[in-house]
């Protein structure tokens, strides 16, 4: 089963969205964990409420930060916003492959709630993309 760990600042979205859609996806293909580099410590839910409308089992997410990580062993770390990939990582052993996603903050939202889901449901969508165009099938 290949290990793969999802990076961005927070923790609290995107990450958390692609750890749940590559579990879910992968089918035992893949073991996802997500971090932050500055985590917010809270899981958005928005983010758990568009996971539970597409029916993906969201486990149990917590925001929590890349340095838990620090020293085990990933097949493949994927940044999924500029930031996180322009900052220095923790060194994870092995040589895991890497990824990045330039995928825009849901977070930074703003207007009426339906415009506001809908930008979740397009970051859903883009994960959801990548992951099916870029891991699925395996390389």
């Not at 895991?96 to 995928?103: R, T």
Request: charged share 25%.
């Amino acid at each position: 089963m290949k290990k793969i760990l999802v990076l961005c600042t927070g923790n609290s979205c995107r990450s958390i969205m692609a750890e749940a859609l590559i579990n879910h996806l992968g089918k035992n293909r893949f073991s996802a964990e997500s971090a932050g580099s500055f985590p917010s410590g809270i899981v958005h839910p928005k983010a758990l409420e568009i996971l539970e409308r597409y029916g993906i089992s969201k486990g149990t997410p917590q925001s929590k930060s890349w340095d838990a990580f620090s020293g085990r062993d990933f097949d493949l770390v994927i940044t999924v916003c500029d930031q996180a990939a322009g900052e220095s990582c923790p060194l994870f052993l092995g040589q895991p492959e890497k990824l990045h996603w330039s995928i825009p903050d849901p977070v930074i939202a703003k207007g009426t709630e339906d415009e506001i889901d809908a930008v979740f449901e397009k970051t859903f969508r883009l994960l959801k993309e990548k992951i099916e165009a870029e891991l699925l099938p395996e390389k």
